[in-house]
T-cell receptor, first 114, second 114 residues
Framework: AQSVTQLGSHVSVSEGALVLLRCNYSSSVPPYLFWYVQYPNQGLQLLLKYTSAATLVKGINGFEAEFKKSETSFHLTKPSAHMSDAAEYFCAVSDTGANSKLTFGKGITLSVRP | DVKVTQSSRYLVKRTGEKVFLECVQDMDHENMFWYRQDPGLGLRLIYFSYDVKMKEKGDIPEGYSVSREKKERFSLILESASTNQTSMYLC?????????????FGPGTRLTVL
């Protein structure tokens, strides 16, 4: 069975600082990986996805993530945090078969201090 | 753009009531999903459907049922609502096999059971 680990429940950074949100997965086969963002009282929105092409994936709003097979990681980064980045972030994994489900991590809340 | 809509953003029901949550997607997606989201637990899959009139149990189906009579509509039913079903409910859809299992989410329904 697949699983996703997002350590910690809350990260706080200053505006302009580096954002690093960690995600580790377990999967018996090379997976698809996703980061979603959820703003208050909204649904989830896709930030970026890894689909076995380039290992460094660029997403919306200046976010990017790097797939590292040896570390089974897919950490999300942004060089300079903005106040509007405050939200909850979810990492998810899927195997590459058709009709596969997503398995989500527990999510991590990002706060941005002025 | 894919649009997934949910019938209510906020809903208050009483214990024992039958509750219907409706979800509609407008992009002819085969797959539809119902999740519940609770603080610290992330998203947990309740039921999903890969085709009309087809349904499969997810990780936490107890106390819920679903209906998919038309491709674009997927309903979640709480036969007899209980207070432990107070939660945020999220609907999602995806198009396989070309979409890498990416799911598109609705805005969510926050259900309170009194």
């Amino acid at each position: 069975a697949q699983s996703v680990t997002q350590l910690g429940s809350h990260v706080s950074v200053s505006e302009g600082a580096l954002v690093l949100l960690r995600c580790n997965y377990s999967s018996s086969v090379p997976p698809y990986l996703f980061w979603y963002v959820q703003y208050p009282n909204q649904g989830l929105q896709l930030l970026l996805k890894y689909t076995s092409a380039a290992t460094l994936v660029k997403g919306i709003n200046g976010f990017e993530a790097e797939f590292k097979k040896s570390e089974t990681s897919f950490h999300l980064t942004k060089p300079s945090a903005h106040m509007s980045d405050a939200a909850e972030y979810f990492c998810a994994v899927s195997d590459t078969g058709a009709n596969s489900k997503l398995t989500f991590g527990k999510g991590i809340t990002l706060s941005v201090r002025p | 753009d894919v649009k997934v809509t949910q019938s209510s953003r906020y809903l208050v029901k009483r214990t024992g009531e039958k509750v219907f949550l409706e979800c509609v997607q407008d992009m002819d997606h085969e797959n539809m999903f119902w999740y519940r989201q609770d603080p610290g637990l992330g998203l947990r899959l309740i039921y999903f459907s890969y085709d009309v009139k087809m349904k499969e149990k997810g990780d936490i189906p107890e106390g819920y049922s679903v209906s998919r009579e038309k491709k674009e509509r997927f309903s979640l039913i709480l036969e007899s609502a209980s207070t432990n079903q107070t939660s945020m409910y999220l609907c999602a859809s995806s198009l396989d096999p070309s979409s890498y299992n990416e799911q598109f989410f609705g805005p969510g329904t926050r259900l309170t059971v009194l």
